[in-house]
Every structure is written in structure tokens, then in C-alpha cells.
């Protein structure tokens, strides 16, 4: 069973940056796409980013285009979401996917399996 674990979340000042990672566990096939998604209270989720399974082709929200990146490691096991120039806006707890295949995808409903969520907190 494929579980998806979601480290580095927690609080920044605005204008800071944090960085995300995302490993899928117990996954052996790494040919699927992965990507972020965001919610905070009273709105609907909302894409950030997606990558490809090679690397090679990524997808950015408009709300986070120029500020946020996305890559992921050779091995193709850990996603990373490099978030910087942070603002209160950007608070929410963010959330990340694997992809039925393996191009990147803004529709969630493109996606399988989902993480438990952490909390990035940008204090003005």
C-alpha cells in the first residue's frame, strides 16, 4: 500500500521561505506524476504544482507562478516544493498526490493517493 508522508511544514514570516518534500512510501513502480494542492478554511482546495514522473515537465499554480518551485530527487522517490516570497495568503494546509500516470496535472481528480496534510502558517 502506497502512503504518501509530507515533512516541513510550520510557521514563516512573510517574504521567508520553506521547502516541502513528499516521499511516497512503499512504492516501487516511480513512474507517476506528483503534485501539491492547498486548502485553507472556508475555500476550496486549489493546485500548486505538479511534476512528471521523469522530471522533466512540471505544471505552477497561477497564485503561486514565480514563487513557488517544484522538483523532485534521481530517484524519483521524493518530491520537493520550494516555496519562497511567502504570504499571509499563502496559508493553508498543503497537500500532496500521486497521479494515476504519469504527466502532471492541475485536476485532483487526476489523482490516487493523498497525504494526511501539513500546516504552513505565513505570519504577516
Known amino acids: 500500500q502506497v502512503r504518501m508522508v509530507e515533512t516541513g511544514g510550520g510557521l514563516v514570516q512573510a517574504g521567508g521561505s520553506l521547502t516541502l518534500s513528499c516521499a511516497a512510501s512503499g512504492r516501487t513502480d516511480r513512474r507517476y506524476a506528483m503534485g501539491w494542492f492547498r486548502q485553507s478554511p472556508g475555500k476550496e482546495r486549489e493546485f500548486v504544482a505538479a511534476i512528471g514522473w521523469s522530471g522533466a515537465s512540471t505544471r505552477i499554480g497561477d497564485a503561486v507562478k514565480g514563487r513557488f518551485t517544484i522538483s523532485r530527487d534521481t530517484a524519483r522517490i521524493t518530491v520537493f516544493l520550494r516555496m519562497s516570497s511567502l504570504k499571509p495568503e499563502d496559508t493553508a494546509v498543503y497537500y500532496c498526490?500521486?497521479?494515476?500516470?504519469?504527466?502532471?496535472?492541475?485536476?485532483?481528480?487526476?489523482?490516487?493517493?493523498w497525504g494526511q496534510g501539513v500546516l504552513v502558517t505565513v505570519s504577516s
Open positions: 498526490a500521486e497521479a494515476f500516470g504519469g504527466s502532471p496535472s492541475e485536476d485532483s481528480s487526476a489523482y490516487s493517493n
